[in-house]
T-cell receptor
């Protein structure tokens, strides 16, 4: 099956620093990747949609300048949390679809990474 | 807007009990419906899916039927095991690749 990895799995940083999280599709090309945030005992909140070679599309209420997304290749997307604060502490999950990027009904499965636990002190 | 509503948990069952986790949805158009499972300390894994009305998704003994008339996609399993303890998320997507997730239902199965 399709595999999506994330690195690091867990990171602890000081307030004010920046943290980069990588999301890789290991055995398929992912035109589109998604970044989610999961709060304790809550559902996943879509933060942004990342398309290879173009700017990410952010959901309403998500700060573009704080959560920088770069989809540099068909197998790699990165999320950088800039000037992190304790309220940014969360579980960040990426996912990827193995599609041609066509517009239409989203019947293709999303494959999720294992997540990255960010703790900002 | 599109939304997914799941029954609140946690759900606690004894081993070999019957499981039902309710999921209803609101969507424009004709969504695809999914159940994802998240085991402790792990990411989400696709459990099953259905792409059109009356389709039944099944995997690992779990089943869910896409009911357009009741806008539901309830998850069922005839005999749960301790290893089924996890959080289960119902989700949908429609004409985009955006997924709308429910809030998740925690299942705890006791030996």
């Amino acid at each position: 099956g399709a595999v999506v990895s994330q690195h690091p799995s867990r990171v602890i940083c000081k307030s004010g620093t920046s943290v980069k999280i990588e999301c890789r599709s290991l055995d398929f090309q992912a035109t589109t990747m998604f970044w989610y945030r999961q709060f304790p005992k809550k559902s996943l909140m879509l933060m942004a949609t990342s398309n290879e070679g173009s700017k990410a599309t952010y959901e309403q209420g998500v700060e573009k300048d704080k959560f920088l997304i770069n989809h540099a290749s068909l197998t790699l997307s990165t999320l950088t949390v800039t000037s992190a604060h304790p309220e940014d502490s969360s579980f960040y999950i990426c996912s990827a679809t193995r599609t041609s990027g066509r517009v239409g009904k989203g019947t293709d499965t999303q494959y999720f990474g294992p997540g990255t636990r960010l703790t900002v002190l | 807007g599109d939304s997914v509503t799941q029954m609140e948990g946690p759900v606690t069952l004894s081993e070999e009990a019957f499981l039902t986790i309710n999921c209803t949805y609101t969507a424009t158009g004709y969504p695809s419906l999914f159940w994802y499972v998240q085991y402790p300390g792990e990411g989400l894994q696709l459990l099953l899916k259905a792409t059109k009305a009356d389709d039944k998704g099944s995997n690992k003994g779990f089943e869910a039927t896409y009911r357009k008339e009741t806008t539901s996609f309830h998850l069922e399993k005839g005999s749960v095991q301790v290893s089924d303890s996890a959080v289960y998320f119902c989700a949908l997507n429609t004409v985009t690749y955006k997924y709308i997730f429910g809030t998740g239902t925690r299942l705890k199965v006791l030996a």
